[in-house]
């Protein structure tokens, strides 16, 4: 892990709690040989073990194998407020829908992977030979027989500049022993993340309610800067590995051409195309960065690997049934029938809504043909092969009311934001200064895939991580809480470990009161 284990479920909000890191080595019999390692950085298989055994205390209240598709608001016919949302889900191994009722609901759905949309086709299909790097720990050892088997390109590519793309190249590199490898770089070099200490303090929880209270300008200007902590960075020592295994083929050869492994910095793919029919694998077309309509280097390859980190937007499409309670939406819609807001007249939520949610301007580009586009990779989180692979109804029901809904779910505009697996959408809104109390909304930049033939919703939470949606319209004592997804609000920690114990008790405390986090 890249994070020290007492950023653990529960000790940084509560070092007493049964839950933390120490107390499941204890449990486990490992305590004392987990001491005698040295480490503040536990392996990811034994961390992900950690939160296994965490998560089978809770086993009674939670659906696994279930997908939430959406969340829906009700109506209560008297208020005519909002008093409770029906999330609807899949059973994802029958297929059975279901659903329920509850006053609050947490979505905390995570990263889904980020494709450039130039290989969006290639990645939807069936071929097992484009893979995200979040699928390549459960994905790989599948695919050695088929890969290494001629006449498929014994050339391997992975795609990326940070720690998971790293990794790959390195493990791809000790487990074909015979393939090529080659790791694309769009930017001039591989960089090392920054875990010193005084930079490693903006991952520290009170860090979070200065950084809501900046303006959106500001904050982006801050996170651009502390990225390095974060985004397509890798650790030192595994810089220094790579480099030293490139000098040893120095050694060997001085023709970088014919070495085994390669890191090709300031690379991009511009083009994809399938091989002949038989030969399974595909062509890449690769150019300099900034020069891509220049001259171009073919390479064939047998695998590509994207680590092309994640987005996180999972809540939008989610989320898509209560769009119609946003003040925003209240404007851009002109709902006519039952008013959305029973509190607030549609003249003063326009008022509001021009000021702190402007429509976001979707910024369409659309994938191009698969053999001229430009890629566009997205570095993301600090990406690793062994993500825990849990598949768990997160967008969870807290409150769970058995009541059946009345037949008054919230009006939303004619349109659909489902995401679609070949487009990707770069949607960019900057907005007014938000106000800093916890519960102001402040919406900044958001980045989504969706269709382009819509425009997706923005959902602004405040400092509680509640959604904020327009005044009046969902009653006292019920709401929506978004988790994990709010960097550009909270900072750069929302989306990693460091605060998540703080983070949840925070969202507890927002819904039940002072209290109600113990
Ligand atoms: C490869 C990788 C390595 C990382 N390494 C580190 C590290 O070293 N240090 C660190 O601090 N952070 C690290 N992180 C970040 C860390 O994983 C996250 O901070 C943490 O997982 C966030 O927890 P979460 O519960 O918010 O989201 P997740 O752990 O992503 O969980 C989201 C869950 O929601 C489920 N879900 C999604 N959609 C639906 C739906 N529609 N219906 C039902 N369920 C759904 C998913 O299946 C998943 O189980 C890493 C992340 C990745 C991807």
Request: aromatic content about 6%; overall charge negative.
């Amino acid at each position: 892990m890249q994070i020290s284990f007492l950023k653990d479920l529960a000790t940084p909000r509560d070092p007493t709690s049964p839950f933390s890191f120490l107390n499941y080595l204890f449990t486990k019999g490992r305590l004392q040989k987990f001491i005698n390692l040295g480490t503040f950085l536990p392996a990811r298989r034994e961390y992900e073990d950690y939160m296994r055994w965490c998560a089978s205390h809770f086993s009674r209240a939670v659906r696994y194998g279930t997908e939430i598709t959406r969340v829906d608001a009700v109506h209560n016919p008297q208020t005519g407020k909002v008093d409770r949302f029906t999330v609807h889900w899949i059973d994802l191994a029958t297929g059975a829908p279901g659903s329920a009722t509850a006053r609050n609901v947490v979505v905390a759905t995570g990263g889904s992977p980020s494709v450039p949309p130039l290989f969006a086709p290639f990645i939807a299909g069936p071929d097992a030979r484009f893979i995200h790097s979040s699928q390549y720990a459960t994905s790989i050892p599948h695919l050695s027989s088929a890969l290494l088997s001629a006449p498929a390109p014994q050339h391997l590519v992975v795609i990326g500049g940070g720690q998971s793309a790293a990794e790959i190249y390195v493990d791809l590199g000790v487990r074909f022993p015979k393939s090529k490898i080659t790791l694309l770089v769009k930017d001039s070099s591989l960089r090392p993340s920054d875990d010193s200490p005084f930079v490693n303090e903006i991952f520290d929880p009170d860090r979070v309610t200065p950084t809501f209270s900046l303006p959106p300008a500001e904050r982006a200007a801050k996170r651009e800067k502390d990225k390095g902590t974060n985004y397509g960075v890798v650790r030192l020592e595994l810089l220094e590995r790579i480099y030293s295994e490139l000098y040893a083929q120095e050694v060997d050869d001085p023709v970088e051409e014919r070495w085994r492994c390669r890191v090709r910095n300031s690379r991009t793919v511009v083009g994809v195309e399938r091989l002949g029919e038989g030969k399974g694998g595909v062509k890449l077309e690769i150019a300099r960065t900034g020069e891509e309509n220049g001259e171009r280097e073919v390479i064939e390859a047998g695998l590509v690997v994207f680590a092309t980190g994640y987005v996180r937007d999972a809540h939008v499409r989610i989320l898509e049934g209560t769009r119609g309670l946003l003040a925003s939406e209240a404007v851009a819609a002109k709902v006519t029938d039952a008013p959305i807001v029973e509190a607030a007249p549609v003249a003063e939520v326009a008022a509001d809504a021009a000021e702190a949610v402007p429509a976001p301007e979707v910024a369409a580009e659309v994938a191009a043909p698969a053999t001229t586009a430009v890629a566009e990779t997205t570095e993301a989180v600090p990406e690793t092969q062994a993500v825990p692979e849990t598949t768990a109804a997160t967008a969870a029901a807290t409150v769970d009311t058995t009541a059946p809904a009345p037949e008054t779910t919230t009006p939303s505009p004619e349109t659909t934001t489902e995401t679609t697996e070949t487009t990707t959408t770069t949607t960019t809104t900057e907005t007014t200064p938000a106000p800093a109390s916890a519960g102001a909304a402040s919406v900044d930049e958001v980045k989504i895939s969706v269709s382009v033939t819509s425009t997706p919703a923005i959902f602004p939470v405040g400092r509680d991580y509640k959604v904020q949606y327009a005044p009046g319209a969902v009653e006292e004592g019920a709401g929506v809480w978004l988790q994990g997804c709010n960097e550009k609000t909270h900072g750069l920690s929302d989306t990693l470990l460091s605060i998540l114990a703080h983070r949840g008790g925070e969202v507890v405390q927002s819904i039940f009161g002072a209290g109600g986090s113990k």
